[in-house]
Structures are given as structure tokens and as C-alpha cells.
């Protein structure tokens, strides 16, 4: 969160020495066929073993909103005015304002960390591609999926049970066991948008704050795991393409639904197990690090799509983002659904 919280970060320093303790050794070895040292190119950080070095903290903060805005429609870059102009704008909206009646309300600004600028690029949207800057219709399968999903939470609170559900019900993020934009694929949130990533000749591990979850990804060319294994955060593997990282993921699981950020959920529809993602790291200077993610599943989109992130060098280390702390939210959430669901029957 901002600032950094101070708790422990014992899960990254334990696999963080788990990497680097053998490295002086590894160093030394010849890269594997599928990892082998691409040639070098004047000016890109270079690992002992020859790889680009994308080693470090990296910070993904922008306003700059997924899908393109009707006010820059056909427009795939913003002048130096229009991006001085959303950064004005969303620095006058970004105030606390007291809730609804009935809301409770959530964290005040404080705690939320969107960023203050638009990206490095001056892109109008983090979609590329489709040209439009749009997140692709979805398929008949996905919105029959979300009109159903729809229909059984009507009237129901966000991250709230349905009436008669269990724990279940409730989010992944709510829950503690994946962080809503720490992926696989990343995209910028709330907060906690950083990332770490440490290197060896044969894996990379890739550390999110926000979760916190980290992901160890083998560059041996080992094939994807069968079908039947699903991870939470699905099945990476990892090639070199030049001086380019490339993380291929499969097997999702079922609860998988990327894309929870405001505004484009009901148009994921509830993206499910079938996603193929692609996602893409290149090391542009000592300051940046371009990220791209590229999702397919025919269930769920009439196409593929693309997004792209300049994620910025950051200068504090990560600590521990400690999201469960004995979650005592979980208990409370479930007993207000229990308290609604006796309230509706007695009305009844």
C-alpha cells in the first residue's frame, strides 16, 4: 500500500535466497538451448550469463484507463496538453467525499495509490490492440456465463454472498488468495502496483506486492503441466526471444477472472479457465522496463487482445503486503450475509 507497509517480508527473502544463493555457481554454467544468450546489443544492462538484466523493483502506476475514453476515440496518442490536462483532472477528482447513504464507504485517499500521470508514452489507453483501444465483444458463451452470473447476485453486495452461499461466494482477492492486479497478467489498481523481478540463467521469479504471490518460472523449455493441474496463478513457462522475456500461461483455474477493474468486469464477463496468456518484458533503459499482455480464449472474447504497461525503475524495496492478518473481515462478511438472509425470510 502507500508507503510501503513495514511488516516482514520473510516469504521474499527466503525464496529471494533460494535463487540467488547458488548464483555465483550457475553463473558459470552454459545457458540451456532454450535460454542461450541472444547477441548483444550497445546500451542493455546484461546479466553475467549474458541475458538483458531485468532485475530490480518496478513500479506500474499510471491513470492512463485501460480502454480508450469516447473523448479520444481514434486517437491512439494524447498531446503533451490533453495528458497535462487528464493529470490536472484527475489530481481535482482525487478528494474524499463522504458516502451514500446506506454505504459504508471504503479506504479514504489516502491509502489509494492509482499514480498522478499518464503513461511515459502518452498512449490514450493501455489496449493496443484492437486499434480502437478496445476490450473485444464477448463471445455468446461468455455472455450467456455473465448473464447467468448477473442474474444469481442481483441485489446482492459486491463481495458479498449470495443468499444461501458459503465462503466461496466471496472474491479471491477478499479472501487472500490472489492480489486483484497482481495477475498473471499485471495491470495497474488501486494500489500496490509494484513488482520485483530476480534472474537466474534458468528461472526468473516474479514477486508482487500486491497478494502477495510470486511466480517461479522455469526457461528449461519444459512443456506446460497436464491439463489437470490448475495453480491459482496458472502454469508459466519462459523463453528468450532476442532481448525480450517471454512468459507463456496456461491452466488457469475456473475462479480465474481477470480484469476486476472499474468498469470493464461486466464486459470480461467472468473470464474463466480457457485463457491463454502471453506476456512479454523488455528492458528499454536503466529507468524502464515495457511490459505487454497479450489474452486469448475463444469462450470468452470474439478476439484476441493487447495492453502495454512502461512500468518505471522504483528506488524503495518491497516489504510484505501482510493481506490476511487472521482476515477477520471473512467472519464478518459472512455473518452479515447470514444476518440479510434472515432478515429477507422474515419479510417473507
Not at 92 to 113: C, H, I, L, S
Not at 162 to 180: K, M, Q
Not at 313 to 325: D, F, G, K, Q, S
Request: net charge neutral; proline share 8%.
Amino acid at each position: 500500500m502507500r508507503g510501503r507497509s513495514l511488516g516482514a517480508w520473510v516469504g521474499l527473502v527466503v525464496v529471494g535466497s533460494l535463487l540467488l544463493a547458488p548464483l555465483p555457481a550457475m553463473a558459470q554454467r552454459a545457458p540451456t538451448a532454450t535460454g542461450s544468450a541472444p547477441a548483444k546489443k550497445p546500451g542493455v544492462a546484461r546479466t553475467p550469463w549474458g541475458h538483458p538484466d531485468l532485475q530490480g523493483v518496478w513500479d506500474f502506476r499510471t491513470i492512463t484507463p485501460m480502454e480508450r475514453p469516447a473523448r479520444f476515440a481514434g486517437k491512439e496518442f494524447l498531446t503533451a496538453e490533453e495528458a497535462a490536462t487528464l493529470e490536472r483532472e484527475n489530481a481535482e477528482a482525487d478528494v474524499d467525499r463522504a458516502p451514500k447513504a446506506g454505504d459504508t464507504g471504503t479506504y479514504n485517499k489516502f491509502w489509494m495509490d492509482f499514480g498522478t500521470t499518464v503513461s511515459g508514452n502518452r498512449r490514450s489507453s493501455l489496449i493496443i490492440d484492437p486499434p480502437d483501444g478496445r476490450i473485444p465483444a464477448l463471445a455468446p458463451e461468455a455472455k450467456k456465463r455473465f448473464d447467468e452470473m448477473a442474474a444469481g447476485r442481483k441485489g446482492v453486495e459486491t463481495d458479498m454472498p449470495r443468499p444461501g452461499a458459503w465462503l466461496e461466494d466471496v472474491s479471491l482477492s477478499v479472501r487472500c488468495i490472489v492480489g486483484f492486479n497482481s495477475g498473471p497478467p499485471m495491470y495497474p489498481a488501486a494500489y500496490n502496483n509494484n513488482v520485483q523481478l530476480v534472474q537466474t540463467p534458468d528461472h526468473v521469479m516474479i514477486y508482487n506486492e500486491m497478494g502477495p504471490s510470486y511466480r517461479i518460472v522455469p526457461l528449461n523449455g519444459r512443456p506446460h503441466l497436464p491439463q489437470t493441474l490448475r495453480p491459482w496463478l496458472g502454469d508459466s513457462i519462459a523463453r528468450w526471444e532476442g532481448d525480450t522475456l517471454v512468459i507463456d500461461t496456461t491452466n488457469f483455474k475456473r475462479e480465474t477472472a481477470f480484469g476486476r477493474y472499474a468498469g470493464a468486469y461486466e464486459r470480461l464477463g467472468g473470464s474463466g479457465p480457457n485463457i491463454h496468456l502471453v506476456e512479454r518484458f523488455t528492458r528499454v533503459d536503466a529507468n524502464t522496463l515495457l511490459y505487454e499482455a497479450r489474452v486469448e480464449d475463444p469462450t470468452t472474447w470474439v478476439r484476441p487482445w493487447a495492453y502495454q504497461l512502461s512500468m518505471k525503475a522504483a528506488t524503495e524495496p518491497i516489504y510484505e503486503y501482510a493481506c490476511h492478518e487472521a482476515n477477520y473481515s471473512l467472519a464478518t462478511i459472512l455473518e452479515g450475509a447470514r444476518q440479510r438472509d434472515e432478515e429477507a425470510a422474515r419479510k417473507r
